[in-house]
C-alpha cells in the first residue's frame, strides 16, 4: 500500500515504515503530525484518485529529527566581464517516519466535520446579531472571505478587504 501526500508544499509517493526528509516541520522531535491531503491511494491493486483530494483519508508520521541538509553551492558567472558570485545555502528539513496510511474514515477529518454542522445554525445567528460589534478592520481578507462566506454574500471571492468589510457591514 502506498499514497501520494502533499506535505510542506511537495508532495511525495510514500508507504508504511518508510522514511522521508521534508521541509521543516512545526513540532518537536517525537510528535506525531497528520496529513489530510492524499492525493492518491494505492492499496492491492485498488487505485483511488482524489479531486483533487481524497476526502476522509489521512497519513499519519513521527517526526524524528529536525536537521539540515547538505550544502548547495551557488555560483554565477558571466564569462569575460570579471563578474563570479559564489553564494550557499543549508536547507532546513525534517526526518520523518510514515506510521499510517488510512485510505478513508480518518478521525482528524470526521471530527472537523461533525463539530461545525452542529454549531452552523447558532454562529449564522450571531454574526447577524453581533456585526456591529465584529471589528472587521482588524481581520485579515482569509478571515473576511470565510465571514463573507458564513453570511452568504454571493461574489465574495472577488471583493477587495474594503469591499468585504462593507458588504458584511450591510
Do not use: C, W
Amino acid at each position: 500500500m502506498y499514497a501520494i501526500v502533499e506535505i510542506a508544499g511537495q508532495q511525495f509517493k510514500v508507504a508504511k515504515d518508510q522514511k522521508v526528509y521534508v521541509h521543516r516541520l512545526q513540532g518537536e522531535e517525537g510528535s506525531k503530525v497528520s496529513f489530510d491531503n492524499v492525493l492518491l491511494v494505492e492499496d492491492k491493486g485498488n487505485v483511488t484518485i482524489g479531486a483533487p483530494a481524497i476526502e476522509g483519508a489521512s497519513v499519519t508520521a513521527k517526526i524524528l529529527g529536525h536537521l539540515k541538509g547538505d550544502k548547495v553551492i551557488v555560483f554565477k558567472k558571466k564569462r569575460r566581464k570579471g563578474y563570479k558570485k559564489k553564494n550557499g545555502h543549508r536547507q532546513y528539513l525534517s526526518e520523518i517516519q510514515i506510521e499510517a496510511i488510512a485510505a478513508s474514515g480518518a478521525k482528524k477529518t470526521a471530527k472537523k466535520e461533525a463539530a461545525p454542522k452542529k454549531e452552523a445554525a447558532p454562529k449564522k445567528a450571531e454574526v447577524k446579531e453581533s456585526a456591529a460589534t465584529v471589528d472587521y478592520s482588524s481581520m485579515t481578507v482569509a478571515e473576511l472571505k470565510a465571514a463573507a462566506k458564513e453570511a452568504g454574500i454571493k461574489g465574495y471571492t472577488s471583493l477587495k478587504k474594503a469591499e468585504l468589510i462593507e458588504a458584511l457591514t450591510k
